[in-house]
């Protein structure tokens, strides 16, 4: 059986449901009177998830710390009461773990895969997370663009280089707003790469943060998207050129 970045499978091969991974001592600090609701999650993703492909075998004895913990983490960087758009979401990472940790969030879960988003639906539900909203599409794609609009955030997590991914989704972003990416090691060396096509795609200031603790700690680009900008990439605005005008 192969595994996928994100830590889904391709579904081949039969798989040996592990034991739900017992609940860290720092699980309450982060979610709090959530917590119950983040063991659920938990326990959904080594259950269901793990049977239907949305997570690998691989992550099941992780899913706290690299995955649920690690995801909630970035809330530690985000604005108050923000409109955040969670792009290539998949098993929910870090769109759902974010949504416990920050309840003041409003949180759009943006997937391309119809048998995730069906996965998101039930999570979505499962949990009562009435601040977070599922739809099928992808950043780059107008309808997408257009059903999730501008946000204050666009969120994340083992997508794409930080250029290609600040092309695709910034034009999700509100000026003044920020991508906020979950990276590796190697954020800093892929800034100084993509540099030039973040500041085509509208993005300034890109830098890398470290936020959480221990084995829960993760590392994360922040973009922010410039105040001057033209219309976004598949907005269906047309900027009127020389021979348009000399036609009126």
């Known amino acids: 059986m192969s595994t996928t970045q994100d830590g889904s499978t391709d579904g081949t091969g039969p798989i040996d449901t592990p034991a739900v991974p017992e609940t860290p001592t720092g699980a309450a600090e982060v979610f709090g009177d959530r917590l119950a609701a983040a063991e659920r999650y938990v326990a959904l993703l080594a259950g269901p998830g793990h049977e239907q492909g949305v997570i690998g075998p691989r ?76 739809v099928r599409g992808r950043a780059e794609e107008r309808e997408a663009r257009r059903r999730c609009g501008e946000s204050d955030v666009v969120t994340a997590r083992a997508v794409a280089p930080i250029g290609r991914l600040a092309t ?21 060396s892929e800034i100084e790469r993509d540099l030039k096509e973040i500041r085509a795609a509208g993005g300034d200031d890109p830098r890398v943060v470290s936020c959480g603790v221990g084995d829960a700690a993760t590392t994360v680009v922040l973009v922010s998207r410039s105040e001057r900008r033209g219309p976004s990439p598949g907005s269906g605005r047309r900027v009127r050129g020389r021979k348009d005008r000399a036609r009126d």
């Open 59 to 134: 992550e099941l004895p992780r899913l706290w710390e690299r995955h649920v913990l690690n995801s909630a983490t970035i809330g530690e960087v985000l604005p108050a009461d923000a409109s955040v758009v969670d792009v290539g979401s998949g098993a929910g990472l870090p769109g759902i773990p974010l949504a416990l940790a920050r309840p003041d969030l409003a949180i759009t879960l943006l997937e391309p895969m119809a048998r995730r988003v069906a996965w998101l639906e039930r999570v979505v539900d499962e949990l009562g997370l009435t601040t977070v909203t599922v």
């Open 168 to 188: 695709w989704t910034l034009p999700l972003v509100r000026p003044g707003g920020i991508l906020a990416a979950m990276k590796g090691a190697s954020a800093a």
